[in-house]
């Protein structure tokens, strides 16, 4: 059973095991899945790197491969590792061996990086992809900048408090002009990487920022509780949807830290 949490801005989902928690996560995004095809007729999520793959298995089991509608789903990185596709470091790799090779993703939906060029070039030609995707519809614009509208973006943390390819304390943190950027010098190997700015996060419909393990307490903690201004702003903190949700999915240990939820064991 999930002891949920949260405010107006946030909402909390904190599970008892990592099992509980991937069956709570694919009833959420099999959820936002069926409301956006209803309403837009297509899907159009964000993924990032890390544990997250593996914790979304459950999409590609009973019932969720069967009641998904797939074909309608289009596939963007939130952050991808400037790396070949068929390298263990990449992104695109984790998600279509641990996702798209199980479940009927339309090979033409999945939009990846070009591999082959810098990363500043992959983040601008990833920034055009997303372009043409708004100008076709599948992806919506923000309504109160000129934004791309996720109908969902899917997050991980790492135990800095780093989101997507946002390092704390890391300039990339301040851009607001591109929808995409990159950097060469991530703390997190490999050092080359694109990664959506703060002003896309923030404009999607719905954002999930899913966190396991004890050694992300301290930056859950710091990204989520009221810890006032003297405390360091974590990357993760700087997820505010402007009109969108935002759902936190943290298993027992990851969210050991957080004032207000006490754990009898
Ligand atoms: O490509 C990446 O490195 C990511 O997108 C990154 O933001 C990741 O989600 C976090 O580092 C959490 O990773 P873990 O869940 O594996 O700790």
């Keep these: 059973m999930a002891l949920l949490g949260g405010n107006k801005d946030k909402e909390l989902r904190i599970h008892e095991n990592l099992d509980e928690l991937g069956t ?12 956006s095809v209803k309403e837009r007729g297509v899907f159009a999520v964000a993924l990032s790197g890390g544990s997250l793959i593996g914790l979304m298995g459950k999409l590609c089991e009973a019932p969720y491969n069967k009641t998904v509608d797939w074909t309608k789903w289009y596939i963007l990185w939130a ?15 984790l998600a ?4 798209f090779s199980k479940v009927p993703i339309v090979p033409s939906h999945v939009n990846s990086i070009n591999d082959s060029v810098s990363a500043e070039e992959a983040a601008s030609e990833y920034e055009f992809v997303i372009r043409q995707l708004v100008k076709s519809r599948v992806i919506g614009v923000s309504d109160t900048s ?3 509208k996720f109908d969902l973006v899917l997050l991980g943390m790492g135990s800095d408090g780093h989101v997507a390819s946002l390092f704390p304390n890391h300039s990339v943190l301040d851009e607001n ?4 950027t990159f950097i060469t010098d991530s703390p997190k ?35 989520i509780d009221d810890v006032g201004p003297d405390c360091i702003v974590v990357p993760a903190r700087m997820v505010q949807p402007t009109k969108g949700k935002l759902v936190w999915f943290l298993d027992k240990p990851a969210a050991s830290k957080l004032e207000g939820f006490q754990f009898s064991d």
């Design 96 to 99: 279509k061996d641990g996702l």
């Design 189 to 223: 190997p490999p050092p080359e990487r694109i990664t959506f700015t703060l002003p896309v996060i923030n404009s999607a419909s719905n954002v999930a920022i899913v966190v396991t393990g004890e050694n992300k307490a301290e930056a859950a903690h710091l990204a």
């Design 79 to 93: 952050d991808e590792r400037v790396v070949a596709k068929n390298h263990v470091d990449s992104n695109y790799k």
């Design 146 to 148: 000129d934004c791309p």
């Design 24 to 35: 709570d996560l694919a009833d959420y995004i099999a959820e936002l899945s069926e409301t």
């Design 177 to 180: 002009n591109e929808w995409v």
